[in-house]
């Protein structure tokens, strides 16, 4: 399988692969990202999810980001894509993020799992959210969402 990999890597440091899973959420015509607070100022817009930690499938790693990021409880389905992205993350560690992306549906509202303070659940359209999100891998799963037929899952 051909992975596009995304991201300049800044010369002189290391980028270790950190194998990660992210969501494209969908409810109501709207689209679940995260609006993540940085130090100093700024944000960056995500899809839910992040680093899967081991022992862990891909899919439970997805699930339980989006309730530690979003507060939501979600279904993980059909993969969109792998993609990889040379990233440095708000605390400046580098990676090369390895990311599955997957579609989901909200299961329910759990604000009870949201344990990251500077994580911000937003709700998008479909077109607002690939405009917004920041991470070009994050944009390039949404763009494979947005092509897909809605109605075979193909």
Not at 39 to 47: A, E, H, N, S, T
Not at 50 to 74: F, N, S
Not at 79 to 94: M, P, S, W, Y
Not at 129 to 150: G, Y
Request: hydrophobic fraction near 40%; include cysteine; charge should be negative.
């Amino acid at each position: 399988m051909n992975v596009p990999q995304f991201g300049e890597p800044q010369p002189g440091r290391s980028y270790p692969d950190r194998p990660a899973a992210f969501v494209a959420i969908e409810r109501d015509g709207m689209i679940a990202v995260v609006r993540v607070s940085l130090p100093g100022g700024g944000f960056r817009v995500d899809l839910p999810g992040g680093g899967i930690d081991p022992g862990e499938m891909a899919e439970q790693a997805a699930a339980r980001e989006c309730g530690e990021e979003a507060g939501l409880a979600v279904e993980v389905g059909a993969a969109l894509g792998r993609a990889d992205h040379f990233f440095v993350n708000q605390d400046g560690e580098t990676h090369n993020t390895r990311g599955r992306f997957f579609e989901g549906r909200v299961i329910a509202e759990a604000p009870q799992l949201k344990i990251e303070p500077d994580h911000a659940l937003e709700w998008m359209t479909p077109h607002e959210a690939l405009a917004a999100l920041t991470r070009p891998s994050h944009a390039w799963a949404m763009a494979l969402w947005l092509r897909r037929d809605r109605r075979t899952g193909r």
